[in-house]
T-cell receptor
């Protein structure tokens, strides 16, 4: 079945690294995504990883995937106040086709000076 | 290139009424998906349309329906509104429906329509 879990809150100091974790249960996931949502806004795609990859780096963002444990993480290096937002992980499971994404509960990241 | 637009941005309705929300995808995108976001249930998939056909449907009652026009614009309709329908309704567009190529399936989200049911 599909179930995606995240911790609710994370607080870090500006300049530190942030690590946001996500666990999922469906082993047939093909792509796993990280989205960012700022107050009053829609979702912004940050990055994604294919299920046969272990790691993907994109500027300040590093995604790690442990498929055995069904664990996904997003590391933000040199976290800035502009990174304060809610971060969602999402999985795409190819069952019956379509672009359906199953989202996690979201992690609210607060960056303090 | 213009992003995904949703109208209206805010809407207030009363129980029992019906509502229609509109989504205009990015030019050239043919897939439109709808999601409901609430504090209690989080982000939940409603349905996806591609080439005017519903391709996938989430676990919502029949009061929630949608359609897609030949220009890929999509509307969703909620009839007999209930208090629990109060939510942010997000629309996302992509070039194609599932194809196995991430760049074709990347979903771009609109700002959402905030629906309040009184």
């Amino acid at each position: 079945g599909e179930d995606v879990e995240q911790s609710l809150f994370l607080s870090v100091r500006e300049g530190d690294s942030s690590v946001i974790n996500c666990t999922y249960t469906d082993s047939s996931s093909t792509y796993l995504y990280w989205y960012k949502q700022e107050p009053g806004a829609g979702l912004q795609l940050l990055t994604y990883i294919f299920s046969n990859m272990d790691m993907k780096q994109d500027q300040r963002l590093t995604v790690l995937l442990n498929k055995k444990d069904k664990h996904l993480s997003l590391r933000i290096a040199d976290t800035q106040t502009g990174d304060s937002a809610i971060y969602f992980c999402a999985e795409k499971v190819v069952t019956g086709g379509g672009n359906k994404l199953t989202f996690g509960t979201g992690t609210q990241l607060k960056v303090e000076l | 290139k213009a992003g995904v637009t949703q109208t209206p941005r805010y809407l207030i309705k009363t129980r029992g009424q019906q509502v229609t929300l509109s989504c205009s995808p990015i030019s050239g995108h043919r897939s439109v998906s709808w999601y409901q976001q609430t504090p209690g249930q989080g982000l939940q998939f409603l349905f996806e349309y591609f080439s005017e056909t519903q391709r996938n449907k989430g676990n919502f009652p029949g009061r929630f329906s949608g359609r897609q026009f030949s220009n890929s614009r999509s509307e969703m309709n909620v009839s007999t509104l209930e208090l629990g329908d109060s939510a942010l309704y997000l629309c996302a567009s992509s070039l194609a429906t599932w194809s196995g190529r991430a760049e074709l399936n990347e979903q771009f989200f609109g700002p959402g329509t905030r629906l309040t049911v009184l």
